[in-house]
């Protein structure tokens, strides 16, 4: 197929989902990172064992992806939760994750797409520190961090720019648990090198993102959020009603995938490909065999 740089990525996406939609029963699509490979792969793997015959579409946008579905182009994938209801429903009130999850699945449902159980992954920002010396100070979640600093402890923060500055962010974190770094206190960097500057102890706390393979890969605790500041981004894939409805078996086979996930264990998916250089088929085959899912 010869199509022009002008044409557009789009529409050689679509004539990719044509072409595999002939070849193949279900069509499985998913985001451009590491996570939503490995979670793509997952899915083949265990439909394919399964009896289905899979056109993997893995490596859209987040938007691209929403909108391959929207348009039956692709049949399933995983998404979050708080993304859905902030970016594709434009919701904007504060929810608790229960919520969360039961507004995106009823507002979804009107577009023709269902909600398969949550998985306990939950990729939102948090704070982390080393493990040793989260046990040595006794920090296990941020009220406890609170209070230490709030005893007379000086702890250093490693943020990157945005969560700083953010209207969400630092500042009304810290009024929600009542404590205060100290403005000396908070380092602003890249958000790569949170990770780098926390593992070398130049902060004793750092924003990560809850899944990311650096925490297990680095040994670090992420504190439990205890008050709930954090939106949720729950993970759970997502599938077409008419697609679920002519196949139920496969509501079964996602939901018993999900049940296998949380935070540690998808870190740990992501630090085999992303740190210690396990293709993602490979990570996605250990997982489901590690698991009794094929």
Do not use: C
């Amino acid at each position: 197929m010869n199509i022009t740089v002008k044409s557009g990525l789009a529409a050689l996406a679509f004539a990719a989902f044509a072409t595999g939609a002939q070849a193949a029963d279900i069509v499985v699509g998913g985001k451009n990172f590491t996570e939503q490979q490995i979670l793509s792969a997952i899915t083949q793997q265990v439909l394919e064992a399964n009896g289905h015959r899979v056109d993997n579409r893995a490596g859209m946008g987040s938007a691209a992806v929403r909108q391959a579905m929207e348009n039956g182009q692709i049949d399933v994938y995983w998404e979050y939760t708080g993304t859905s209801l902030i970016t594709y429903n434009k919701i904007e009130e504060k929810l608790d994750p229960q919520q969360t999850y039961d507004t995106v699945k009823e507002l979804d449902a009107q577009k023709g797409i269902v909600w398969l159980n949550p998985s306990q992954a939950n990729n939102t920002y948090g704070l982390a520190m080393r493990a040793a010396d989260a046990g040595e100070k006794g920090i296990a979640s941020i009220s406890d961090l609170a209070a230490a600093i709030n005893g007379g402890q000086a702890l250093s923060f490693g943020s990157n720019a945005e969560f700083y500055a953010r209207p969400d962010g630092l500042k009304p974190l810290e009024t929600a648990y009542g404590f205060e770094f100290g403005r000396a206190n908070v380092k602003r960097m890249d958000t790569g090198l949170v990770y780098q500057a926390l593992r070398d102890g130049q902060v004793d706390v750092g924003l990560v993102f809850a899944t990311d393979g650096r925490i297990p890969a680095f040994d670090f605790t992420v504190l439990e959020d205890d008050q709930g500041y954090f939106p949720s981004y729950a993970l759970a894939p997502v599938i077409r009603t008419e697609v679920l409805e002519a196949n139920p078996g496969i509501g079964d086979l996602l939901n018993e995938v999900s049940a296998k996930l949380d935070d540690q264990v998808m870190a740990a998916l992501n630090a085999s490909v992303d740190v210690d250089k396990v293709s993602v088929e490979n990570a996605a085959a250990k997982f489901l065999q590690d698991n009794g899912l094929i």
